[in-house]
Antibody, heavy 119, light 106 residues
Framework: QVQLQESGPGLVKSSETLSLTCSVSGGPVTSGSYHWNWIRQSPGKGLEWIGNIYYNEKTNYNPSLKSRVTISLDWPKNQFSLKVTSVSATDTGVYYC???????????WGLGTLVTVSS | SYEVTQPLSVSVALGQTARITCAGD??????VHWYQQKPGQAPVVVLY???NRASGIPERFSGSNSGNTATLIISRVQAGDEADFSCQVWDKSVAVFGGGTKLTVL
């Protein structure tokens, strides 16, 4: 059974860097069958895609966030990570990691982790 | 950049059919995926590639996609179907989500 779990600080100060990790169990992140995604949801708002990474470390990012976002893979730990620099209050929200299958759907999601940016 | 638009809310009587739309330029040429999200929970995929039910999703859930509109159809709506529903497509390796539709069961 595939499971994903987000971890990281729940509180980040404005202008600093948000760092989260997604731990994957039930399958290797090095599988060529999947992309590994980060999505966020601001309070009371819709889902916003942040970016993804493939087993060969090729990444794609949301153009609106690209200048501040880095997604990386840690295959020995079977994890992938997200960094968002220069955060502000608009970066507050629940951050999800998710597995993307070949047809493009996100079939397994983590439970999500709330990150609050404080001034 | 590509955009998809959903109605903010849809209301339907218990046992009736709900239709939730996702509008985008020539969206019929794209694969549309639909997610259901209940309060405090992560999204769950209900349909993939516009018309295919994900594992464990009841046959009451179906979809269509043509022209500029994709539609999620929920037949014989139950109280437990009340949730937010979001559509998602890919455009040039970028995922695009609709703003989400709150389904209310009356």
């Amino acid at each position: 059974q595939v499971q994903l779990q987000e971890s990281g600080p729940g509180l980040v100060k404005s202008s600093e860097t948000l760092s989260l990790t997604c731990s994957v169990s039930g399958g290797p992140v090095t599988s060529g069958s999947y992309h590994w995604n980060w999505i966020r949801q601001s309070p009371g708002k819709g889902l916003e895609w942040i970016g993804n990474i493939y087993y060969n470390e090729k990444t794609n990012y949301n153009p609106s966030l690209k200048s501040r976002v880095t997604i990386s893979l840690d295959w020995p730990k079977n994890q992938f990570s997200l960094k968002v620099t220069s955060v502000s209050a608009t970066d507050t929200g629940v951050y999800y990691c998710a597995r993307e299958v070949e047809v493009g759907a996100l079939d397994y999601w983590g439970l999500g982790t709330l990150v609050t940016v404080s001034s | 950049s590509y955009e998809v638009t959903q109605p903010l809310s849809v209301s339907v009587a218990l046992g009736q059919t709900a239709r939730i739309t996702c509008a985008g330029d020539n969206i019929g040429d794209k694969n549309v995926h639909w997610y259901q999200q209940k309060p405090g929970q992560a999204p769950v995929v209900v349909l993939y590639r516009s018309t295919n039910r994900a594992s464990g999703i009841p046959e009451r859930f179906s979809g269509s996609n043509s022209g500029n509109t994709a539609t999620l159809i929920i037949s014989r709506v139950q109280a437990g179907d009340e949730a937010d529903f979001s559509c998602q497509v890919w455009d040039k390796s970028v995922a695009v989500f609709g703003g989400g539709t709150k389904l209310t069961v009356l």
